[in-house]
């Protein structure tokens, strides 16, 4: 089986909140592919938390601080100026499909800037396919380093918020011209098909992210249960303050209970401050950023993990507690229920109803029995479906098959109409 050599890129690599990203490269080097990863900015140092992410990052190649030096630039764009009609569609590319406004068009002309710099690099290199994850503005960076250099390129689509706004970051012209698009759920595939052209619907495949299934050791039911688990972005969209008024409102009768959160983000400050508020202060532990060994570890000694988010792909943190054996409560949206099955793998509720959340918290933690269960269910459902291992030999499957396939029509696609 042909074995192309792979570029991979996205705004940031790697990231902490991302690990899923870096399994992927793993696997896909595991199979044999040479995977040079590419990445727009450079990461913060919250985000190297263990030597994985900082072998990760010093290997990886950072585009913006490339285009800074002006003969790295200049000597990159007068490369490709030597294919006229190429770099001229290429750069009409980048102005057909940037959003409305005045910024929009610089930021566009800004991402083909960052676009040269990085298809001279790949060229040199002997990159034969480029591939994206997260497909906004990296994504825009990756379509034109294609238009200039001919370099075939796909995308792994994940959502919510980029089906916000689709218009904006031209998702479909961008699945037009790439060779396939990896889908992370069945979800994602029909959103993405809402906007994608039919003709693109054929190269849309699921592919879903996963975890090493051996790395988690499986948590043994305690009964009564005591400790919660929440990993994540300390963002709005994940729901966190129904969680903390869960915690107070179960803390009466479960003297014992305490919530680890693990993860970072701009609302760290005001749920620390919540929680102090609600008189639970002294239960809840905001751990920050762990690495992988850390999350591993905490599974192992939880007993749910409890994500109340309002908007997800399909969170790889649900799919790391199934591998332990962990039972989990978290809400019904997007493609979350491809994962998680309510009353079997864990409990699914309505995104917002804090009663309902704090009702499958209490049941489950009253029943260790159950938990048993639905943890031995979960660990059977991601060994079948989401082994990490597994979803990079079927990614490197459609690397294979797409090789040296036509590179879809050039042209860029009229602007679409926005939807009623």
């Known amino acids: ?39 727009v900015r450079r990461t913060g140092p919250e985000h190297l938390v263990g030597p994985e992410q900082r072998a990760e ?29 190429r770099y001229l569609a290429a750069l009409g590319l980048a102005w057909q499909t940037a959003p409305t406004g005045l910024r929009g068009r610089l930021y566009n002309l800004i991402y083909f800037a960052e676009a040269a710099v990085l298809a001279a ?20 960076v990756a379509m034109l ?42 979800f994602a595939r029909s959103q993405l098909m809402c906007f994608a052209p039919t003709e693109t619907w054929p190269r849309l495949h699921v592919i879903h992210c996963g975890v090493d299934p051996d790395r988690y050791a499986a948590r043994q ?15 709005g969209v994940k729901g966190v303050p129904l969680l903390l008024d869960a915690v107070a409102a179960l803390a009466p009768a479960h003297p014992e209970l305490a919530l680890d959160l693990i993860g970072d983000g701009p609302e760290r400050a005001a749920l620390e401050a919540r929680a102090r508020d609600l008189g639970i202060a002294a239960r809840c532990r905001f751990l920050g950023y762990q690495g992988q060994d850390e999350v591993a570890r905490a599974l192992g000694e939880t007993d749910l993990l409890v994500l109340p988010s309002f908007a997800e792909g399909v969170p790889v943190v649900l799919m790391e507690a199934l591998a332990a054996a962990v039972p989990v409560v978290t809400t019904r949206i997007a493609g979350v229920p ?79 109409e926005p939807t009623a």
């Open 1 to 39: 089986m042909t074995r192309p050599r792979l570029a991979y890129l996205t705004g940031e690599y790697p990231r902490a909140s991302d690990t899923f990203i870096q399994r992927e490269v793993a696997g896909l080097r595991a199979v044999g592919h040479d995977v040079l990863t590419c990445s």
């Open 57 to 85: 990052q010093s290997a990886t190649f950072h585009v913006l601080e490339a285009a800074r030096r002006p003969a790295t630039l200049l000597a990159a764009h007068l490369r490709w100026m030597r294919a006229p009609r």
């Open 121 to 140: 690099h790949l060229s040199d290199r002997g990159v034969s396919h480029l591939h994206n994850h997260i497909a906004k503005s990296s994504c825009t």
């Open 145 to 186: 380093a294609s238009a200039l250099s001919g370099l075939p390129y796909s995308f792994t689509i994940h959502g919510p918020d980029i089906f916000f706004a689709p218009e904006h970051w031209r998702i479909d012209e961008k699945a037009r011209r790439a060779r396939f698009v990896s889908c992370i759920s069945d």
């Open 221 to 235: 039911a305690t009964a009564p249960g005591t400790r919660l688990l929440f990993v994540g972005r300390l963002a």
């Open 338 to 416: 491809e994962l998680v099955e309510d009353g079997v793998h864990g409990r699914l509720v309505p995104p917002g109803d804090g009663t309902a959340l704090t009702a499958a918290i209490d049941a489950l933690l009253q029943d260790p029995e159950v938990r048993a269960r639905l943890g031995a269910a979960g660990q059977a459902k991601v060994r079948a479906g989401y082994d990490a291992g597994i979803e990079a030999r079927r990614l490197a499957t459609l690397f294979a098959a797409y090789a040296g396939g036509p590179t879809p029509a050039a042209p860029p696609a009229k602007r679409p």
